[in-house]
C-alpha cells in the first residue's frame, strides 16, 4: 500500500483504474469529467447511459461511485464518483466526500484492482476548499487503506504544482 502525490494528467496515467469526479448523470461535464469522457472515447459515454438510474437524471447518488470500462485511457477502469457542493461544512460535505474516497476504493477491491488514481474530489466547479477536502481524503484515504484486503497502490494527481503542494503538506502533517 503507498500514497502518492504528483503533478500530471490523470487520463496519461496508466493505472488499474482512474477516478472520476462526475455528476449525477455520469454523462459528460466540464474539468476532470470532460477530460475523462474525452480521453475514453465514446464508447464510455455508452456505457455510462447503459448504467441504471436510481431516481431521474441520477446514476449515481452524492458519495456512491460506479464502475466502467476506461475504454480508449491507458486505466483499464474508471471509478466514476460525484463529490458534494460545498454549501459551507454545515451540510454533511465532510462525511459525503469521505464516502467517496472510500466507496472507490471499495469498488477498486472487488474488482480486485491494484493501483487507482484520484483527482482532486469536488475541489473546482463544486467548491470544495482545497485545503479541506485534501484533510477529508487523507482520513478516508488512510483509514480505507489500513483496513484493505489487500495492497493498493493510491496516486493522488492533481493538475498544478500548487495544489499538489497543498496537499502533501496536509498528508505530511497528518
Known sequence: MSITLLTADL?????????????????????????IHRGAGARLLEACRALPEVAPGVRCPTGEARITPGFDLPARHVIHT???????????E?????????????????????SIAFPAISCGAYGYP??????????????TLAEAPEPTDVHLCFVSPA????????????
Open 163 to 174: 495544489m499538489t503542494a497543498l496537499w502533501q503538506r496536509v498528508f505530511s502533517a497528518a
Open 11 to 35: 487520463t496519461t496515467l496508466a493505472v488499474d483504474a482512474v477516478v472520476n469526479a462526475a455528476n449525477h448523470t455520469l454523462l459528460g461535464g466540464g474539468g476532470v469529467d470532460g477530460a
Open 94 to 114: 465532510p462525511a459525503q466526500l469521505a464516502a467517496c474516497y472510500r466507496n472507490a476504493l471499495q469498488l477498486a477491491y472487488e474488482h480486485r484492482l491494484r
Open 130 to 143: 482545497p485545503e479541506l477536502a485534501a484533510e477529508a481524503a487523507c482520513r478516508s484515504l488512510r483509514r
Open 82 to 92: 460525484v463529490g458534494p457542493v460545498w454549501r459551507g461544512g454545515e451540510h454533511g
